[in-house]
């Protein structure tokens, strides 16, 4: 079993729960639902999202230098510049997608994903939010 398939294993069964958890529970224990679905996801996919784009830099530097000075991000943070590459969270990024190294791409894919599942966690935690007051 791949990491970005535990990855997801581990997303949809918290949202499962907390589901579950909103039909079964009457209204004040409920309303711990977006909290507990919160603290065990968007910070891990957040925390964990920044450590895969700076493994995803050092290999990238190490293996691709040419593509690592093309995407390297020399704004923001004072501790992160010409440090970190823009992998593009949204948008596709070409020469990431046409990696040739397995675990350069894994590791491109893993960013891709956490970057995303952070995203889904944050919108989802404000929908549980809306939810526990209308169920």
Request: aromatic share 18%; charged share 15%; with cysteine.
């Amino acid at each position: 079993m791949s990491k970005s398939s535990k990855i997801q294993i581990y997303f949809y069964s918290i949202l499962l729960f907390n589901i579950i958890w909103l039909f079964i529970f009457p209204k004040p224990i409920k309303n711990f639902s977006p909290i507990i679905f919160a603290i065990p996801t968007f910070p891990v996919f957040a925390l964990s999202s920044y450590n895969k784009v700076h493994e995803f830099s050092t290999a990238l530097k190490n293996t691709h230098p040419d593509l690592f000075e093309k995407y390297v991000i020399n704004y923001g943070n004072i501790h992160d510049r010409g440090k970190i590459v823009e992998i593009g969270y949204i948008t596709k990024n070409e020469d990431f997608e046409n990696l040739q190294d397995a675990n350069l791409y894994e590791l491109y894919n893993l960013c891709k994903q956490f970057a995303t599942l952070t995203i889904y966690s944050f919108i989802i935690t404000l929908f549980l939010g809306i939810a526990t007051v209308y169920l």
